[in-house]
């Protein structure tokens, strides 16, 4: 089993930051890439952030140049650094992670969430 774990959110005024980060653990062979998504209320989840094995980023346009994914492969750790937030911003955000856990078996893992809210 491989566990995620994310921290980080919270309450932040506009135009402020937050670092989120997600720790996986658990019977992990190896991760290929791990990602961010969020879900504001009454919307669909969608992507924000991916990160590869390899070190190759991909950012959705909303968030671009203000979010930045980063990866500490020996701890199989994730960080999401949010900057100029926006009030839209806000939104439950979620880590996932593909693995392939030590059966072998590559498929996708979650997080349970961590609440970030922009608000004055």
């Known amino acids: 089993q491989v566990q995620l774990v994310e921290s980080g959110g919270g309450l932040v005024q506009p135009g402020g930051s937050l670092r989120l980060s997600c720790a996986a653990s658990g019977s992990i062979f190896s991760i290929d890439s791990m990602s961010w998504y969020r879900q504001a209320p009454g919307k669909e989840r969608e992507l924000v952030a991916t990160?590869?094995?390899?070190?190759?980023?991909n950012t959705a346009d909303s968030v671009k140049g203000r979010f930045t994914i980063s990866r500490d492969i020996a701890n199989n750790t994730t960080y999401l650094r949010m900057t100029t937030l926006k009030p839209e911003d806000t939104a439950l955000y979620y880590c996932?992670?593909?693995?392939?856990?030590?059966?072998?078996?590559?498929?996708?893992?979650w997080g349970q969430g961590t609440q970030v809210t922009v608000s004055s």
């Open positions: 990160i590869t094995r390899g070190g190759i980023t």
């Open positions: 996932k992670a593909e693995c392939t856990n030590s059966l072998l078996v590559r498929r996708a893992y």
